[in-house]
């Protein structure tokens, strides 16, 4: 596994008053300009984790394309403390940030404890597990997807796909990666995106999912997700 070379992209304010980030190559918003919190919370984890959690599930095993500013894992990691579910959390970023601009990034945290977790997941190491809780274990990889995840345990039962957009990575959005990423749930298991792009759903059902449409967060008329059938 690669050592990780830290960016440095713009910070940037969305319209919910949360900061997101440009990356300073492909000049792609790491979140939605109309709100990064509001994003998170309704895409990754209102319409992808909870669902997962309704099937009464205590263990649960995520998969994270991007981990970006961390703010999908720091959301996640709290539901597992309120949730009482264990969750093995384990994501691969091609461009991790420097942790000096996550701390200077605005969220509308409720208190000082979640910023302290923030930072702790962007300083916790990488390439290997991390307990951050008795709940919560990390894994944050250093590297590109897939190659770098092949020798990984597969098994998830959910996957935030929280790539760049398709426009700026296409190559991550074509069927053959997203048979991969089929491959890496188990029946039942979710895939989740903020894309609605048509080409994404074509591929998701060639790749052996069932697809759907679900309203969008403010700014955004739909989003994806995917199941992946009990027998497949």
Not at 119 to 127: C, D, G, I, P, S
Not at 161 to 175: I, K, S, T, V
Not at 185 to 211: C, D, E, M, Q, Y
Request: net charge negative; charged share 25%; glycine share 6%.
């Amino acid at each position: 596994m690669k050592k990780p070379q830290y960016t440095s992209p713009e910070k940037i304010t969305t319209a919910d008053g949360s900061s997101s980030l440009i990356h300073s190559q492909l000049k792609e918003m790491y979140h939605s300009r109309h709100g990064a919190w509001t994003e998170t919370n309704y895409i990754f984890i209102e319409k992808g984790l909870l669902p997962v959690l309704e099937k009464g599930k205590t263990s649960v095993r995520i998969f994270e394309m991007g981990f970006g500013s961390g703010l999908n894992a720091l959301r996640t990691r709290e539901l597992a403390i309120e949730k009482k579910v264990s969750i093995h959390y384990i994501s691969i970023e091609k461009y991790p940030v420097d942790p000096d601009i996550i701390a200077e990034m605005d969220f509308p945290f409720p208190d000082n404890t979640s910023q302290k977790q923030m930072m702790e997941l962007h300083h916790a190491a990488w390439n290997r597990d991390v307990v951050m809780d008795p709940r919560f274990t990390l894994h944050k990889i250093s590297g590109s997807f897939p190659d770098d995840v092949l020798n990984i345990n597969q098994n998830f039962d959910l996957i935030y796909y929280d790539a760049f957009a398709p426009g700026a990575q296409p190559e991550l959005w074509e069927e053959e990666i997203l048979r991969f990423c089929f491959d890496m749930l188990i029946p039942g298991g979710i895939w989740i995106t903020f894309s609605s792009k048509s080409s994404v759903r074509r591929n998701l059902a060639s790749a052996g999912f069932f697809v759907e449409k679900l309203p969008g967060p403010p700014g955004k008329r739909e989003i994806i997700r995917a199941l992946k059938p009990d027998g497949g």
